[in-house]
């Protein structure tokens, strides 16, 4: 039913490795490195042309904690200029448009924020498994678009906290909608979890202390709220990697069963400097004191991981 691309997302430090496990049960060890390996173009079909985001909440959300998600994903293609020479979130995501320039099937992408569905009332119930997330996912508009699938911090989802915070994948779309891509009737979808009750310390680092390895004080989160600035991070990830590998034969290195990619590539790293352990040197609200690097629309900060670039073969952070 579904044709699963999972992306590690799972943020746990083993010692001085940050621990990342794959849904399809492959487990990687990787250090913080300056340079990763190059990651490798499969001539696959990249997400291009006008792109909507459709957001599909699964349980309760407050609507303040819906517009963390959706000022995020309108600030993706921002078309302000950042204020005072400030990181943006739209400069951020300029560094996946270098895979698009390296491609040879050149092409660009545009992304805008679509529909936002709610299902408060579970649906499925509250214990959820991988063919129940397609399903939900399926309920968003399928042609040109990724379906963003955000399930509420009392849902359990199979492999959650265990083995990742989110994922990313494509499914069979209907005859009549499907991303532009000639050979493939698929959408794309995308799921996370709020982690604030499950595991933190898994799934909302640098926000709370780690499980394991390195144990220091944990970040204060910019829009104050653990469980969704958390999401974001791992939301932000899964666009990168969705957009680059979207069907399972585009950017990305290692097995495809189990991929390294755009940001997945670069566990752990959010400001120069980083270590186990250690987010890297952030921007610091002086009202709030809450760690940031990003800026975004509607006057919101962001935390977001570094992307590789391919340009320079090193993982690229906005501080």
Same mark, same amino acid.
């Given at each position: ?29 990787? #250090?913080?490195? =300056? ?10 079909? #990249? ?11 699964? @349980?309760?959300? *407050? ?41 040879? *099937?050149? /092409? ?9 569905? #709610? ?11 991988? *063919?129940?997330?397609?399903? #939900? ?25 265990? /083995? ?11 005859? /009549? ?51 969704? =600035? ?49 987010? @890297? ?14 800026? @975004? ?11 590789? =670039? ?10």
């Amino acid at each position: 039913m579904a044709s699963y691309l999972t992306h590690c997302v799972l943020k746990i430090f083993l010692m001085i490795a940050l621990f990342q496990i794959c849904s399809a049960g492959r487990k990687l060890s990787e #250090l913080v490195q =300056d340079q990763p390996q190059l990651l490798t173009y499969h001539n696959g079909p #990249l997400l291009s042309g006008k792109i909507t985001v459709n957001l599909i909440w699964y @349980g309760k959300f *407050k609507p303040s904690e819906r517009a963390i998600v959706s000022d995020f994903v309108a600030s993706l293609s921002s078309p302000a200029p950042p204020q005072n020479n400030q990181p943006s979130v739209a400069q951020w995501w300029k560094t996946t448009e270098k895979y698009y320039h390296l491609s040879s *099937k050149k /092409s660009s992408l545009s992304l805008s924020l679509g529909k936002q569905i #709610l299902d408060e009332n579970y649906s499925f119930g509250k214990s959820l498994k991988n *063919k129940q997330i397609v399903e #939900l996912a399926s309920k968003g508009d399928q042609k040109n678009a990724i379906n963003v699938v955000l399930t509420a911090s009392d849902v359990a989802v199979e492999g959650f906290c265990m /083995s990742r915070c989110g994922t990313h994948g494509s499914a069979l779309g209907s005859t /009549s909608g499907h991303i532009k891509a000639k050979k493939y009737s698929k959408f794309a979808y995308i799921w996370v979890g709020n982690s604030q009750t499950q595991c933190p310390g898994q799934c909302a680092w640098p926000f709370h202390q780690p499980i394991y390895g390195p144990q220091s004080a944990p970040l204060i989160a910019p829009n104050n709220n653990v469980g969704l =600035d958390g999401m974001v991070i791992n939301l932000a990830s899964l666009f990168a990697g969705t957009v680059t590998n979207p069907f399972g034969n585009g950017y990305f290195q290692g097995p495809a069963e189990a991929p390294l990619e755009a940001s997945s590539a670069c566990p752990g790293i959010y400001g120069k400097g980083a270590y186990p352990g250690y987010a @890297g040197n952030l921007l610091v609200d002086a009202t709030t004191g809450a760690s940031y690097n990003a800026h @975004g629309d509607n006057g919101r900060k962001y935390l977001l991981p570094a992307l590789y =670039d391919p340009s320079t073969s090193s993982c690229s952070t906005l501080s």
